[in-house]
């Protein structure tokens, strides 16, 4: 399918040569194509590799990993290792507006579509690269989300308190990564507004991370000391983990006295809050474990989704360990509009994950469901009808 590049958007009229692939990058560009956006996706023979990543896939057979991060987008074959494909990269990097990459460091520079040469020629546009750990000491060395979520600490505040290190369950640096990408091209984009001139955004996997862990972070630099694992307890904040509840497990997420004076009294343990152990949020941490073992003791009676109710009611945070399809529901049960449905040209229907940031006046609005890999034949006239025509 080949989306329609002048669909409404507030991003309507910028072009994007995409040249990155895997996720970051591309999680980037869908979100720029969501609004309007003119995404070129430029794919080595074969295509991105995720269109490999099988299973799962969804009802047109193409892989939900790639799906999830390409949609909108229009898809271009081309192997930058020939002379005619490359004059093409050159030619579409020359007339964007923006360029995305995420290659090795030097990758693109021996291919000649690195930023020197690319703003030498066309000075308005921003290119921006995205890096596992920058261009420097960490040139070489390969940005995988995992390795990222390792070195970058995050690892090591993750996974039970006596048990090992975990990851969080999806590649989460690479999507914050993504986001970083997104925010550092619009803001060039509105600096060029004002100048008319383009720059380089670069973002890395490691220092995305870093950012990320914010109160972690910041409580290392100040102190100096390392957080510690502690499961699913917060490190400034009691109770706010997870507890035990007679079929299932539950989250309490108590941030002050008022709610925890109400979640001891729907418990039946009003007594609590003015226990010398726990009548302030400080003295409740350096308490944790006791009061932990008596708040779980009183879970344990009922089953989850009825404290869940009670406590909502007593406008305590609380709620139920979802699995992800749980999770969909219940956003659709909140109202909120998680689920995007596209149609492809022969009428298959795509479920994709809505895009979460919603204008009043210009919303996201996707033009078409992740493109298939064009065949051979196709690109050269998807070339020339398609990218080099004003």
């Not at 999806?170 to 509105?190: C, E, P």
């Not at 600096?191 to 995305?208: H, I, P, W, Y």
């Not at 779980?296 to 360990?321: H, I």
Request: net charge negative; charged share 25%.
């Amino acid at each position: 399918m080949l989306p329609d590049p002048e669909h409404d958007g507030v991003l309507s009229g910028v072009r994007v040569a995409d040249f990155s692939r895997v996720l970051a990058g591309p999680y980037a560009t869908m979100m720029l194509a969501d609004f309007g956006a003119d995404v070129i996706k430029i794919e080595p023979p074969g295509g991105d590799e995720t269109r490999a990543w099988t299973p799962p896939v969804d009802a047109r057979g193409q892989s939900t990993y790639f799906g999830g991060v390409n949609r909108g987008k229009r898809s271009l074959l081309l192997d930058l290792t020939d002379a005619a494909d490359l004059a093409t990269a050159k030619r579409l990097a020359l007339e964007a507006d923006v360029v995305v990459e995420n290659f090795r460091p030097g990758v693109m520079a021996r291919f000649g579509l690195d930023y020197e040469t690319v703003r030498g020629e066309n000075p308005s546009a921003v290119y921006c690269s995205v890096t596992g750990f920058g261009t420097v000491g960490g040139a070489a060395m390969p940005g995988y989300d995992l390795l990222v979520q390792a070195v970058g600490g995050l690892m090591s505040i993750t996974g039970p308190v006596d048990g090992e290190p975990s990851k969080v369950g999806v590649a989460l640096v690479d999507v914050l990564t993504g986001l970083n990408a997104v925010t550092g091209i619009l803001l060039a984009l509105r600096e060029r507004e004002r100048s008319g001139v383009g720059q380089r955004v670069e973002v890395d996997l490691m220092t995305s991370l870093l950012s990320a862990l914010a109160n972690q972070a910041s409580s290392t630099l100040a102190t100096g000391e390392a957080p510690a694992r502690l499961g699913n307890a917060h490190p400034s904040i009691a109770p706010y983990e997870l507890f035990d509840a007679r079929d299932r497990p539950l989250v309490i997420a108590v941030g002050n006295d008022r709610q925890f004076a109400s979640l001891v009294e729907t418990l039946g343990c009003s007594e609590l809050a003015t226990d010398a152990r726990f009548s302030s949020n400080q003295l409740r941490v350096h308490h944790r474990s006791e009061l932990r073992e008596l708040l779980g003791a009183r879970l344990g009676e009922d089953d989850a989704r009825d404290w869940v109710r009670r406590l909502t009611d007593a406008r305590v945070p609380a709620g139920l360990v979802n699995d992800v399809a749980e999770a969909f529901a219940f956003a659709e049960s909140l109202g909120l509009e998680a689920v995007l449905e596209l149609t492809d040209e022969e009428g298959e229907r795509v479920r994709s994950v809505a895009n979460p940031i919603h204008l009043s006046s210009t919303p996201a609005r996707s033009a078409g469901p992740p493109p298939d890999l064009p065949a051979e034949g196709e690109r050269t006239v998807w070339h020339q009808e398609r990218v080099t025509e004003p």
